[in-house]
């Protein structure tokens, strides 16, 4: 059930005038022991970083380690949903590749750690909404540093919210990698055997929207509390 923007609550931005007061705090991933910056924006928890969790299926921006470090990975919808896992799971096997329906609804864990599930499409439209709304999102959701310029314009956010998104970019079907000026994200919303939900930021843009993209891009992961 979606739940309506009146009863979402709306946060305040804490990371203003070069002060940050954002409630920060910590996740580590039992699976690697890597830890991850984690914030509280609304009635939700986020990791503040991407993920970067190998699996089969995930790689780093331009096949470098260190930007696997700063970046997170970039998963297949499968890898994301875990797909794996689900395809050998006796008691109720799925497959969540592409050209498959994975039929999954609820919290899904996929490949986030123990006590964490990969964004519904709700759940984003939530986080829009605790942030001021889609249209201006984008710009508090973004990172202060990193983003190309636009236009003459600076393409840079304010990360009012902590949030503090990079422009990791993305893979595409021919596993070519592109420039670092936009930022996806995806989610756990299924749209058809080819294509899911996924959250999008630009450089040139104020706004954070949800589409819909091949289940073979490579995405980041950004993962929310249960």
């Known amino acids: ?14 990371n203003v005038d070069g002060e940050n007061k954002c409630n920060y705090g910590t996740l580590t991933d039992t699976r690697d ?58 008691d109720n096997p799925l497959d969540c590749g592409y050209g498959k329906t994975c039929g999954l609804s609820g919290k899904v864990q996929g490949v986030c750690p123990e006590g964490w599930h990969l964004p519904s499409y709700d ?35 304010t990360d009012a919210f902590g949030f503090s998104a990079l422009p990791a970019s993305y893979r595409d079907d021919s596993w070519l990698y592109h420039g670092g000026d936009k930022a996806y994200f995806w989610s756990s919303t299924e749209d058809n055997i080819y294509h899911a939900y996924y959250m999008y930021l630009s450089y040139g843009n104020d706004g954070a ?4 993209n091949g289940k073979s891009f490579g995405f980041s992961v950004r993962c929310v509390k249960d």
């Open 1 to 14: 059930m979606t739940q309506s923007s009146s009863s979402i609550t709306t946060a305040t931005p804490c």
């Open 123 to 157: 759940e984003w439209n939530t986080l829009f909404t605790a942030v001021g709304g889609s249209l201006t999102a984008g710009t508090a959701l973004k990172s202060t540093s990193g983003w190309s310029s636009y236009e003459g314009s600076c393409g840079n956010g």
């Open 209 to 212: 929207f949800l589409s819909n």
């Open 33 to 90: 022991g890597k830890t991850y910056k984690t914030v509280t924006i609304g009635d939700q928890v986020w990791m503040a970083e991407n993920l970067n969790y190998e699996t089969g299926n995930s790689n780093c921006y331009n096949g470098a380690d260190s930007n696997c470090t700063k970046y997170g990975r970039l998963y297949t919808w499968a890898a994301a949903m875990d797909s794996v896992k689900l395809a050998t799971d006796a």
